[in-house]
């Protein structure tokens, strides 16, 4: 593939004045408790409070509002059956623009009824025979659409990266940050972020235990491809790093942690009791890493990017209660 330009902090501040209109600036949230047990301070930027409730609105509609008016007039397509589904097809709503979404047909009934719901098309495909990545590119190409990939765009890497902007403005620099990762649009536009507001801040990518492709990219120093991971964290289970994203995460993350699905409910439990707040277990991602590396930032302070919460509520139920199913 080949690369387009990759963006800089100078495209952060443009993404952000592009979604700003459009965005919740989401909250900072702190917790003493947790403080005071850990020895640190953390910062949680809450995604899980964004429109559509998760971090990627910010990529989609940052993406969506640059098309020119041959693309809006022929619209967008997605494959996702997740965040970015939903993301996608609110931004296109917002701007006016056609969205066909490519989701398996035994995707979750409330995905299904959301992205539905912001008017988009959805065209339903069998995800044991049939691959999506094709069908986009065969919708794209038969009706002129564009695609909009999950991570892998240099536009949603930087209105992701507009998240962790707004962290840094609110708290002024920090020691370190802890990132949810997947295909690492967030990682990245994190890192664009912190480069250019806090230098001296250590940035990590966390991702699940079960899925290290991250890591082991890192340490291999070229993306590495594995199977789809058995895990909780739904938002998380990508195969690889995105191209685009790979050469931005590996000259400047500290470096990608890991977090298994149980360390991750503990966290889920740690939001509802102690913060009232419901993060799906992808969001958990950044705490869970947080907490592994307290040690190493005693008295200093932490932020953390809270990235997601779709749960479905009885899931989440399960999980609280202790069914790890
Ligand atoms: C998509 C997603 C992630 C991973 O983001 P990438 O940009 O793919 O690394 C993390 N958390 C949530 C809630 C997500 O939806």
Known sequence: MELEQLPTYDDVIRAHERITPHAHRTPVMTSRLTDAELGLSLYFKCENLQRMGAFKFRGAFNALSQFDAEQRRAGVVAYSSGNHAQAVALSAALLGIPASIVMPHDAPAAKLAATKGYG???VSYDRWSEDREEIGRALAKERGLTLIPPYDHPHVMAGQGTAAKELFEETGPLDALFVPLGGGGLLSGSLLSAGALAPECEVYGVEPEAGDDGRQSLRAGEIVHIDTPD??????????LGAHPFPVIRDHVTDIVTATDAQLVDCMRL????????VEPTGCLGLAGARDLAERYRG???GVIISGGNVDLGRYARLLAGDLG
């Open 271 to 278: 939001f509802a009791s102690r913060m009232k707040t419901v």
């Open 231 to 240: 895990t909780l964290a739904d938002g998380a289970q990508t195969q690889h």
């Open 120 to 122: 988009a098309d959805v």
């Open 300 to 302: 200093k302070r932490v």
